[in-house]
């Protein structure tokens, strides 16, 4: 097996390669037996399957969160066994060289397309690539790729927080309909999301079991509010109200504007940059970014909220409606009892 | 001679109703903003909240098989409008001039459609708060989807509260004002039910109501 020396040299030895295959196997509830197929799919990936690394509007977050993964990790062994053709922020090439290697890869055709960032609609112009809307160079790419992946909030949904500029962001599914898109939301990409994702693809030959927003079920099913780490502090009602009183460090964030009831996500069961740490725990609201609702209906983030989205950029706040309407009802409820009084009366005199 | 269709099994379903209501509205306004001045019973007011669910459910569920087979056979209430432009007029007339009904039990409409909205929001309103309450599930995520998402399922949750409030304040103003005798006779099966009825007209079955007529 030329992996393993590949591996070695990785200081990687033999027994924690398979445990990571396995932990990608069980990561999508997939048998143990699966797990050979697992390393099987890393070993072909050292034929270097190619990869498109496509960016939109996006602020390259997505990117450094994945090469900044603690090693040894499955990351590393699938970011230095795929063959990543074309990537603006971490290729040497440049220019027309660098823009050839992605014709050329979408002539061979069978790739991986990972995009991170959004596209804008309202004018291409928003974001150029050489010379060309990168609308058009998505469209082109998805052409041939083998699978699609979305990362991050800005290439999935309503477009993340470009979303919310003139530039109206949107997300990939947004324009590509004929093809499934593997959508992997959040602010920014989980490392771990993108890599289970590309091995069980390597491994099985076809997308994981998604939910009805494209999103894998194996890391979007959970409510984060029912594994909330504070969960206790929300059923005893200690809230954080003050941010500067220290005895309310550890309570329950929910006023603050938490999204974590709104939000599906295994932050709570898998945390972020290698298990280091996840927003809530770090004593920060979860802003609900692998939602669709991220950014907009969301937003103010720190504020506590219940909204009705009437349009992509507009949201009502329910609890000034709700108010008016008791108002109304109260205020008409006096006239007309006034008003019936008063015809009372003067029916009375006739 | 008419006879009461407010029987012993409406006034019943109508206690509950009033009860788990109230019940229900406190606890979830509590839920979606916790009181400043008795902050820590959120455990308490979701456990009443889920209580009062079931008992809202099962007593509603209840009240439509009596509607459908009971002794008042009403299940029409439920759906039927008597919506035309002279039932409509007079309707306004009856309550914005406050002139008398030309047509006997005819002047009800903004009641007919209030009663016929707020049945059907109540079914609404189990159906969002039960999406609510499994929001894991597999089988209830599709139906969660269409409606827009959690955060949607749950505005209109809440927005529909504050709809189940207006109507409460008209209710009980026009039952208090127009109709109090039938309160008595709702609450506490006392007191006797006026000729000259709005409601009960609207709420007769088509059959009985052409009998009547006769």
Known sequence: ?????????????????????????????????????????????????????????????CSESLLASINPSVAEIVL????????????????????KAREDTIKEGGYVLVVEGSIPTADDRFCMIAEKPF????????KNAAVIIAVGSCATFSGG?????????????HFIKDKPVINLPSCPLKPSRLVATVMYFLASGKAPEMDKYGRPLAFYSTLLHENCPRRGHFERGEFVTDWNDSGQREYCLLLKGCKGPKTYTDCAQVWWN???????????PCSGCSQPEFYNVFSPLYEKQQTFNIGPNTTVNLDTVGRTMMGVAGAGVIVHGLGRLASKSNDEEE | MVTSDITVPRRIYHWVDFVSVVALIITGWYIYMPFSW????????????????????????????????????????????DISKDTIVWSLKHYLLFRDCPEKGRCGVFQNIAHVVIV?????????????????????????????????????????????????????????????????????????????LTELDVSMPAGAKAKAKK
């Open chain 2, 120 to 196: 059907n929001l109540f079914f609404l309103q189990i159906v969002t708060g039960f999406l609510l309450y499994y929001p894991e599930s597999r089988l209830l995520s599709g139906l969660t989807y269409y409606l827009g998402g959690l955060t949607m399922v749950r505005s209109i949750h809440f927005f529909f509260m504050w709809v189940m409030v207006c109507f409460i304040i008209v209710h009980h103003y026009m039952a208090m004002a127009e109709e109090f005798d039938k309160v008595k006779l709702m609450f506490f099966g006392v007191g006797k039910e006026k000729p000259k």
């Open chain 1, 1 to 61: 097996m030329d992996i393993l020396k590949e591996l070695v040299a990785k200081e990687i030895n033999r027994r924690d390669f398979t445990k990571l295959c396995a932990a990608v196997a069980a990561v999508f509830g997939m048998p143990k037996a699966f797990s050979k197929d697992i390393a099987f799919a890393a070993e072909n990936a050292m034929k270097k399957p190619a990869v498109i690394w496509l960016e939109g509007q996006d602020c390259a977050g």
């Open chain 1, 80 to 99: 230095d066994t795929l063959s990543i053709r074309y990537h603006e922020t971490i290729m040497a090439g440049s220019g027309y060289v660098a823009e």
């Open chain 1, 274 to 284: 290698d298990g280091a740490n996840f927003c809530i725990n770090a004593g920060a």
């Open chain 1, 135 to 142: 609308r058009e160079i998505l469209l082109e790419t998805a």
């Open chain 2, 38 to 81: 008795a902050p820590g019973l959120m455990g308490t007011m979701r456990m009443i909240h889920f209580v009062f669910m079931y008992i809202f459910t099962i007593n509603l569920m209840l009240r439509i098989y009596y509607g459908f087979f009971g002794k008042t056979g009403d299940w029409e209430r439920f759906i039927k409008l």
């Open chain 1, 161 to 173: 927080i470009p979303g919310a500029t003139p530039s109206k962001g949107r997300g990939v599914t």
